[in-house]
Each structure stands twice: as structure tokens, then as C-alpha cells.
């Protein structure tokens, strides 16, 4: 008879480009994504939990950075009777759900409407170093309203947002642009051609990194980079250039000379002139707002994403330094981005519908939170009930049944309780604050021990503390006494 062949135990790996979280990180997010509903929900925005599937026809080729139909997401074909059915895709934002849901309820929607959605996305890309196929983001977006009210007030609320998550005045700045003096530009530039447009605006996007010069070369015969190679430019006279400079360099020490110059570079162009009266509006509101240059800024440098966008752009960007691999500092750069997007409803109702929004990296953010030192600190877990008799586990359960019914996160000990030691141990390791100790001896005198463990790790590592040393680490106290005697400990970790 043959002998039947194992089959071989799965891996436990995670799959390449995910990763899993665990409590502190589920908890500091959760934290997080309640802060910023909080700001979102003051000002009007209402939540929406949209589908995570969508077909693939709905989520169209939108994409702000992947120029191919239906590629970067993971799609599965779903087959019915007649082994056909629609292609259907895990959503890889939560804007181009948004359209959907606008375009399939709009008439029982307000308008305009204001939502607000939180939740994973997946792109099926090639993974690298702090970059997941599986990440959270946060929108908050407005629909059916062209007017730049909404763009000011999702800056505003972006600026709000970010001070009520713990990144203070001075270490952000919000830049806003607009496509449409880009398009200035280019009519300026006598560029028609759609294929050098996208050939222009992707030699604009380089800007930050090759600087005036080699947008020049980028925009005429070409240039070397750092490792010799040569780059073909767009073939561009050194004159058609000119606009694409004027525009990249016109910031300004004031709002008002900054449009000046934006103005000088789109030349006579209708829809440019439009552009920077409609940022002209922008800035005008959030001043009246009390937003200042402080925290928001007309910045003609922001250009990532404007082949996306119809209108105003805006991008939040943490303005602190950081080390990065190779301890070099740096700005740890942008963790929020979005703009105006009028034709993405289009799709569906064969309507123009005006929409803006914004969607922050709620990952980016934390990490931000973390190099800062503002959250990542050890989390306290719950107070530790041990077992001295296992006979009278109902005592013990009753005990941790107060606790938690005071509010006080709780739970009794259900390993093999045998061994203290290895109780005490399990408590290190849950990072308790509070062991609860109730042997014979105890229950007879109705008494109980209460450990105070953080103190007691403290004077391990540095038992000449004195101001530690004074105190004490474990406290006989009655039984009717057991919860306000932790209660009073906790407080001092507070």
C-alpha cells in the first residue's frame, strides 16, 4: 500500500507588503482616528463606512500615481451561473468609492454634501521600506459646491486637525496651488500636445530635487544625473521654458506678491487668470478665518498629484527635522494631500459635479507623532488578579468583576498557578501596573496584598532612588478597600 504523503504545514509568514499591528499600535491609532472625527464631525462633516469591494468599472482608472487601467489594485473576476459575472477590486482609495456612493444615492443626499470616511485601502504595488500594500487613510471631502468656501474650510480643518492630534503651530505648513494656473502655463508656453503636457508637468514634479537649472536642462535638451546617466529631455526652447520657471519661482515673502508673480507667468491665459483669482478667494477667506502664513501658505511648488486635480491642491507637510537610515537630517515631509477633483462623479452621472477633499496618511501621522516622542511610550496594561488556591477562583473573579465594573481594566490570572513566579512574570510581560494578592492567610483576616509594580521595576533599576525609596510597594489593605487602594495607585501613573 502507498504511503500517504504528508502535506506540508503552511507558513506563518504575512504575506509580502503587509504586516500586522498589535495593541499599542491598534490603540494609538484608534486614538488618533477619534481625534481627527472629532474635528471633522465640528465642522458639519458627516461619517460614511463605504464598501470595501468595488467593481473595478466603478473604480475606473483614477489612480492619482499609476498611469494604467485597472493595475495597482487586487482585482478577482466573480463568476455566476453562466460563468460570467464583473470584475471586482478591494478599493485602493476612498475617494473613488465616494463618486459611487454620490452618484448612486445623490437624491437623498444634501447638497452639498459633507463626509468623512476612515479605513484600510490596499494598492497592489512593489512594496519597500515604510511602504505596505495595506495602509489607513482619513478623508474628509465636500460634493456640490464649486464654491472656494469648501477648499478654505478643508484647509482650515486640515490645520485644526493636525494641532488636535498633537503637531503643534510651527512644526506644520499647509501649501495650496492651483492646476488651473498650470494650465496657464502651458497655454503661456504654446504647449497643445497632451503627451508633452504630462511630459512638462512630470519635469515640474522634479523641481524639489534638481532645482531651477535642471528643470531648464529637463525642459530643453536634457541632463546628467548624480550617476552619469543621461535623462532625454521634452525638447522645449529655451523661451517656451521660461513660464514653467516664472511659475516655479514665483513664491513670494506675501500672499499678495506671489500672485502678482503667478499672474506675470500665465500671461495673458483665461484660465490661468481664473486659477489665481480663485487662490486669491482661497487666501482671503482663511485670513478673515485667522489662518495666517503661519499655517497656511499659496505655494506655486506644490505640483504632486496635478494631473489628478481640476482646481486649488493642497499638501500638509511637517515642517520638523528627523534622522533618517543613515542619520542625515531631513524634513519628514508630507503626511496630507488632496485639491479639487470636478470631473470624478462626471463618470457616472454624465453631470459635472464640483468636489473637493483631503486624505491624510493616518500611518505617516503617527509615525510623525512617534520621531517626536509625543506617543510610542510604554502602554500600561491591566491591573493582574493572581491565583494563590485554584479552588476559589469565583473569590478571584469577583474581585476582577469590581474592578472592571469601576472602570478599571482587569483580568484574572488563567495560566497553570502553580508557580507565583511565573505569575509575576506574565504581569511584567502584560506590563501591568497592579498585582492583586489574596492567599488563605488574607481571605481568613479579609485582607488583601495590593503589588505596585511600576514602583517595584523602578527600584530594581535603581534602588538608591531615594524619592522612590520612601514608598512603599505593597500594601496590605481590606478587602472593602481594594478598589479605591488601586484606584489611588493608577493615579500616580497617570
Not at 348 to 377: C, H, N, W, Y
Amino acid at each position: 500500500m502507498a504511503k500517504v504523503k504528508k502535506q506540508p504545514r503552511p507558513k506563518a509568514e504575512t504575506p509580502k507588503g503587509f504586516r500586522d499591528y498589535f495593541g499599542a499600535e491598534v490603540t494609538e491609532r484608534s486614538a488618533m482616528l477619534a481625534a481627527i472625527g472629532k474635528v471633522y464631525h465640528r465642522y458639519g462633516f458627516d461619517a460614511l463606512e463605504s464598501s470595501a469591494v468595488e467593481t473595478v468599472e466603478a473604480l475606473g482608472k483614477f489612480l492619482p500615481d499609476v498611469d494604467r487601467p485597472n493595475e495597482g489594485v487586487f482585482a478577482w473576476q466573480e463568476f455566476d451561473e453562466d460563468d460570467k459575472g464583473d470584475w471586482l477590486a478591494l478599493r485602493y482609495d476612498l475617494t473613488a468609492p465616494l463618486a459611487r456612493v454620490y452618484a448612486q444615492h445623490r437624491n437623498e443626499l444634501p447638497t452639498p454634501y459633507r463626509r468623512y470616511a476612515m479605513g484600510p485601502v490596499w494598492r497592489n504595488e512593489k512594496p519597500g521600506p515604510g511602504r505596505f500594500r495595506q495602509f489607513y487613510q482619513c478623508d474628509a471631502d465636500t460634493v456640490g459646491t464649486a464654491s472656494m468656501a469648501a477648499d478654505a474650510e478643508i484647509c482650515a480643518m486640515l490645520a485644526d486637525t493636525l494641532e488636535e492630534v498633537g503637531i503643534p503651530r510651527g512644526d506644520y505648513l499647509i501649501r495650496v496651488n492651483n492646476r488651473k494656473v498650470l494650465n496657464g502655463v502651458l497655454e503661456a508656453m504654446g504647449v497643445t500636445d497632451e503627451a508633452q503636457a504630462a511630459d512638462v508637468l512630470r519635469t515640474i514634479d522634479k523641481f524639489d530635487k534638481v532645482g531651477e537649472a535642471g528643470v531648464r536642462e529637463l525642459l530643453g535638451a536634457g541632463r546628467k544625473d548624480a550617476s552619469g546617466a543621461f535623462i532625454e529631455g521634452v525638447g522645449l526652447d529655451p523661451d517656451q521654458a521660461e513660464p514653467v520657471v516664472a511659475f516655479l519661482t514665483s513664491k513670494a515673502d506675501t500672499t499678495a506678491g506671489t500672485l502678482e508673480n503667478l499672474r506675470a507667468a500665465v500671461g495673458d491665459s483665461f484660465v490661468g487668470a481664473e486659477g489665481i483669482d480663485e487662490l486669491s478667494q482661497i487666501a482671503a477667506l482663511l485670513e478673515a478665518g485667522g489662518y495666517g502664513a503661519d499655517r497656511i501658505q499659496i505655494d506655486p511648488s506644490v505640483v504632486r498629484g496635478l494631473g489628478y486635480y481640476t482646481g486649488p491642491v493642497y499638501e500638509a507637510e511637517l515642517t520638523f527635522e528627523i534622522l533618517d537610515d543613515k542619520g542625515r537630517k531631513r524634513q519628514f515631509g508630507s503626511v496630507a494631500g488632496g485639491g479639487r477633483y470636478d470631473d470624478l462623479v462626471k463618470r457616472f452621472t454624465g453631470q459635472a459635479v464640483p468636489a473637493t477633499g483631503v486624505s491624510i496618511g493616518v500611518d505617516r501621522l503617527l509615525a510623525a507623532l512617534r520621531e517626536k516622542g509625543r506617543i510610542g511610550s510604554e502602554v500600561q496594561g491591566p491591573v493582574v488578579v493572581t491565583v494563590m488556591d485554584r479552588d476559589r477562583m469565583a473569590d478571584y473573579q469577583a474581585m476582577v468583576a469590581e474592578l472592571r465594573n469601576a472602570g478599571i481594566r482587569a483580568e484574572v490570572y488563567l495560566g497553570n498557578p502553580k508557580n507565583f513566579g511565573n505569575q509575576l512574570k506574565y504581569a511584567d510581560r502584560r506590563h501591568a501596573p497592579v498585582a492583586i494578592i489574596e492567599g488563605g492567610q488574607e481571605h481568613e483576616s479579609g485582607v488583601v496584598q495590593i503589588k505596585d509594580l511600576v514602583l517595584g521595576a523602578k527600584l530594581a533599576e535603581n534602588a538608591s532612588l531615594e524619592e522612590w525609596k520612601e514608598r512603599p510597594s505593597q500594601y496590605e489593605v481590606p478587602r472593602a478597600e481594594l478598589v479605591a487602594k488601586v484606584r489611588e495607585i493608577l493615579a500616580l501613573y497617570q
